[in-house]
């Protein structure tokens, strides 16, 4: 069966090397789950401790558990994580993509929680994975009593022109000379820190991942309204992706409880350093308790 993700079997095997090299890097022990759901069975990273609250966290696109587990550290001792490999974005997920413009996403993380035996459970989602959460959160808010969201799509979306003019003629140098100060400059409008394993796996996505142009829907007002639980976004100032400020806007709008943090120079990959780790798990225990 054709790969919906993979350019080749050795691709694959590239990045799934990639993936193990990140979980070696999460420092607390990490089980790992199966669970059955309508699109297929899905994996599940969990780790922290087992009499802790629970805390389901979503990935960024075409990474996976171990990546956003990686850069989780401090929270991991606070909290027993549940990290599923997202459909069509990980790279040991279900090989499908996922409809974007019907709740297909909301559904499949339904079954994740059941197949968890999780009625309920705070929400963290990245990017891609914010998507998800929130339309998870806007489906059934019952079983999400507190939503955090971190540089989300579906909330408000940058000039298209602007990432393409900003992205593209990198991309052209890069794909004609692969060097590691062509691929700086190809994430420059992306990363807020240079990391050597995240540039190294990025260029391995370049490289062997199929592309998946689809942006997730912005969320409509009604739909943002249905968030009657507590909702923390953290957004990026230099986000051309989902630029902090329209997504600060719009929340403020249409979820007037929500906590909103615009962190300054923050692009749309946050920073990779102890020090924002380090922040990031102080202010979501705060917002979690």
């Known amino acids: 069966m054709k790969s919906h993700l993979y350019k080749t079997a050795a691709g694959r095997q590239r990045l799934d090397q990639w993936y193990e090299r990140f979980l070696a890097k999460i420092e607390t022990p990490v089980e790992t789950r199966t669970v059955p759901t309508r699109f297929g069975e899905n994996q599940v990273l969990v780790t922290g401790p087992a009499d802790a609250p629970p805390l389901v966290v979503l990935h960024a696109m075409r990474t996976g558990a171990a990546f956003l587990l990686s850069e989780l550290g401090p929270l991991l001792t606070k909290y027993r994580v549940y990290a599923p490999e997202l459909p069509g974005q990980s790279v040991r ?37 914010g998507f998800i959460a929130r339309l998870t959160a806007s489906h059934m808010p019952h079983s999400v009593p507190r939503l955090a969201l971190l540089v989300p799509a579906g909330i408000a979306n940058g000039s298209h022109l602007t990432g393409l003019m900003k992205m593209a003629w990198p991309m052209i140098r890069y794909q004609v000379r692969p060097s590691e100060a062509n691929l700086q400059k190809l994430l420059l409008p992306l990363l807020s820190t240079w990391d050597d394993d995240w540039g190294g796996f990025i260029a391995c996505t370049i490289r062997d991942l199929k592309m998946d142009p689809r942006i997730p829907p912005v969320a409509t007002d009604e739909q943002l309204k249905q968030l009657t639980m507590p909702v923390l976004a953290i957004v990026g ?47 979501l225990t705060a917002f979690f308790g």
């Open 93 to 129: 997920g279900l090989d499908v993509r996922l409809p974007l413009q019907d709740e297909s996403a909301a559904f499949w993380l339904a079954d994740v929680m059941d197949g968890l035996s999780l009625e309920s459970a705070n929400l963290l989602g990245v990017s891609w994975g």
């Open 237 to 283: 100032e230099e986000d051309i992706s989902f630029p902090g400020h329209l997504v600060e806007q719009r929340l403020r709008s249409q979820v007037p409880t929500a906590e909103v943090e615009v962190v300054p120079g923050m692009k749309h990959c946050p920073p990779t350093t102890p020090e924002f780790r380090t922040w990031l798990a102080q202010r």
